[in-house]
């Protein structure tokens, strides 16, 4: 929120407009704005706030020097009146226009682009984790991305174990599975999903086990994103759901569904199902994930699950698997997966890596 120097006079001609339908504040501004006077400013702020009824105001590391020195009376506005203008922003970013959603599935289409690429050139001879990381990058700045979301995650082996690996500099083996987690920003507006297949094109007995799980889990999640729904209660279902594929797969014998989902799950299962996803790769804090989703919001839906390499995990020992959407709320359908062009079970993975050694390379949005 910028601050401007002006005379009493000229601030006085900032009168509040009428009120819009939707209940924000308008202000008429003298035009052109004068230039900011920092010397100035100390003085005429409490005559501009020392009236007003509540200041949104985030005085955090980002607020300016000037009003980071000036305290609640300093600043004349009365005891309780100063409140967070994060939570006004963090609102109005949290639900998106048509066009902010236009831009979001163009930057998710950009990621799917590159992913389906990387899918492709995963088993070539020779091929790292630092070249599909690079392929990625290319082509979604290619496609008009300013920039990537944030610093790609391509681990293959059990480093898809490691929630945030950014080494990216093994060579690809064959038979072993490979977690790619990429974004970009477009416009401002950024994607994030992840798949995971495997390097040479047919998953292996354990790999589908632990794969379909995950795989399972998500298509449940996406049927319960609908107006109405909280982000936590999707957490919570995806923890119950992910307990029990722990409990089938063996990994904590002796131990049931219902106690392995009360603490055990962390192990294998140690983050969130998602969260807000626009302006930021993770927006809006200021909204809590209790609060019902609406039609216009943005997340991501992203089940996991991660088994460390130890021997007594046997086959699924050092397997990793992720699947992230991004997933825009409607009125009806519930949802919209934006990255739905990725394909996600594990058959038709199969399929496109097979089919994609005979074919030219995806076609960039």
């Known amino acids: 929120m910028a601050a401007t120097s002006q005379s009493p006079t000229q601030w006085a001609s900032c009168a509040p407009a009428p009120a819009p339908p939707h209940g924000l504040i308008h202000l008429t501004l ?6 900011p006077n920092p010397v100035q400013l100390p003085r005429q702020l409490p005559r501009m706030l020392g009236s007003s009824s509540a200041v949104y105001y985030d ?8 009003l980071r020195a000036l305290s609640t009376a300093e600043l004349g506005v009365r005891e309780g009146a100063l409140r967070a203008l994060r939570t006004l922003t963090h609102a109005a970013r949290w639900r998106k226009s048509p066009g902010e959603l236009a831009l979001m599935a163009r930057s998710s289409a950009l990621a799917e682009a590159g992913l389906l690429r990387a899918m492709r050139q995963s088993g070539a001879p020779g091929v790292g984790e630092h070249h599909l990381a690079a392929g990625f990058e290319r082509d979604c700045r290619w496609g008009g991305a ?14 898809a174990c490691t929630i945030h690996y950014s080494r990216n500099d ?8 490979l977690l790619f987690d990429g974004g970009c920003e477009l416009h401002g507006y950024c994607s994030d999903v992840t798949r995971t297949w495997p390097v040479g094109g ?9 794969y379909q799980v995950v795989h399972g889990v998500q298509q449940q999640l996406l049927e319960w994103c609908r107006p109405g729904a909280t982000l936590r209660q999707l957490h919570e279902q995806s923890v119950r759901l992910l307990a029990e594929g722990v409990s089938d797969l063996g990994l904590l014998p002796g131990r049931s569904a219902g106690t392995i989902a009360q603490g055990a799950i962390r192990a294998f299962y140690p983050h969130s199902v998602g969260h807000w996803l626009g302006l930021d790769t993770h927006d809006v804090p200021g909204v809590a994930h209790d609060t019902p989703l609406q039609p216009g919001v943005t997340l991501t839906v992203e089940p996991g699950l991660y088994i460390s390499d130890q021997e007594r995990y046997g086959a699924l020992a050092g397997i990793g698997v992720r699947i992230e959407d991004v997933v825009q709320i409607n009125d009806s359908p519930g949802c919209s997966v934006l990255s ?6 594990a058959d038709s993975i199969e399929e496109f890596i097979a089919r994609g050694r005979g074919e030219g390379e995806p076609e960039l949005p």
């Not at 003298?30 to 230039?35: D, E, F, I, K, V």
């Not at 093994?170 to 599975?177: D, H, I, Q, V």
């Open 30 to 35: 003298p035009s052109p704005l004068p230039r």
């Open 59 to 66: 005085a955090g590391r980002h607020a300016s020097s000037e």
């Open 146 to 159: 300013a920039r990537m979301a944030y610093p790609p995650v391509v681990a293959s082996g059990a480093d």
């Open 170 to 177: 093994k060579a690809l083996a064959p038979g072993s599975a």
């Open 202 to 210: 047919r998953f292996s007995p354990a790999q589908r086990d632990v």
């Open 340 to 345: 739905r062009s990725v394909p996600t079970d």
